[in-house]
């Protein structure tokens, strides 16, 4: 079991997509496959197939039932918030330790990769004193940051990595997914990260407009499969 983080440096920046094509690409590759979605806000049963949730179980073909959303995402908040005044509303307040150790009993399941989707960017507050950086460091598991090609990208980009490796959380690969109607040239924006991001691995995923480009998606598994680096 090797499990990873997807974090990213905003809300609405192409985690669960990245997160699905990771799951598909490595079911197609053979291996079984785990996805959680432990923290989600704008969540309501009514619209319960437009969830993360229910992307992450469509692509690991699992049926997105409430049974299944239920057990994926313990902590589901209504109002499109984050996480910390989105349970404030209901009267709740997230605790660390119980989403931790969440996490780290389906780090112990039979699937050879575990895919762990945060909420929102790194520096999301979950409660009055954690961010999901804290929840990051705590699990001490490889990190995938993703990122956007919009204008004002870099600098996100570049904070986001220097707030992981403050408390040192080990990174495993930036993808970049091209934003929406992005005027900045996809392949520039990929230059300039890597020459301040270090060695970490970085791969752009073009933006899909429709499903006959699905081919064209790079493979991500790379990102994923070099096992033995990390403890
Ligand atoms: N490369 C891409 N090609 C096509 N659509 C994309 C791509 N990346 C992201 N999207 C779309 O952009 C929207 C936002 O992406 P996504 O839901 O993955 O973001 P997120 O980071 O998971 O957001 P949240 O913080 O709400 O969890 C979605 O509709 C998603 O399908
Ligand atoms: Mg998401």
């Keep these: 079991m090797t499990p990873f983080f997807i974090t990213s440096s905003g809300t609405e920046?192409?985690?669960?997509?990245?997160?699905?094509l990771m799951l598909r690409q490595l079911r197609t590759a053979g291996f079984a496959v785990n996805a959680l979605k432990p923290?989600?806000?704008?969540?309501?049963?009514?619209?319960f197939a437009e969830s993360d949730t229910a992307h992450l179980l469509a692509a690991m073909a699992r049926p997105p039932d409430a049974h299944a959303i239920a057990a994926m995402s313990p902590w589901r908040f209504t109002a499109p918030l984050s996480p910390d005044m989105a349970a404030r509303r209901e009267g709740k307040s997230l605790n660390l330790d119980e989403i931790?150790?969440?996490?780290r009993t389906a780090m112990t399941g039979p699937e050879e990769f575990l895919l762990i989707e945060g909420v929102g960017g790194v520096m999301v507050p979950l409660n009055e004193r954690d961010l999901v950086r804290d929840w990051m460091a705590a699990l001490g598991i490889p990190a995938i940051l993703v990122v956007g090609s919009y204008l004002g990208t870099i600098s996100h980009t570049l904070s986001a990595l220097d707030s992981l490796a403050k408390p040192g959380v080990p990174l495993a690969g930036i993808v970049i997914s091209e934003s929406e109607d992005s005027g900045?040239?996809?392949?520039?924006?990929?230059?300039?990260?890597?020459?301040?991001?270090?060695?970490?691995?970085?791969?752009?995923?073009?933006?899909?407009?429709?499903?006959e480009e699905a081919t064209e998606l790079p493979d991500l598994t790379g990102l994923l499969r070099g096992a033995e680096k990390w403890p």
Excluded at 13 to 20: L, N, P, Q, R
Excluded at 100 to 103: I, P, R, S
């Design 13 to 20: 920046i192409g985690k669960t997509f990245v997160t699905c």
């Design 39 to 47: 923290v989600i806000s704008d969540y309501s049963d009514e619209r």
């Design 184 to 211: 900045v040239p996809l392949d520039e924006t990929r230059a300039t990260i890597a020459r301040f991001s270090g060695d970490v691995p970085l791969v752009c995923v073009p933006r899909l407009r429709g499903a």
């Design 100 to 103: 931790v150790a969440f996490c």
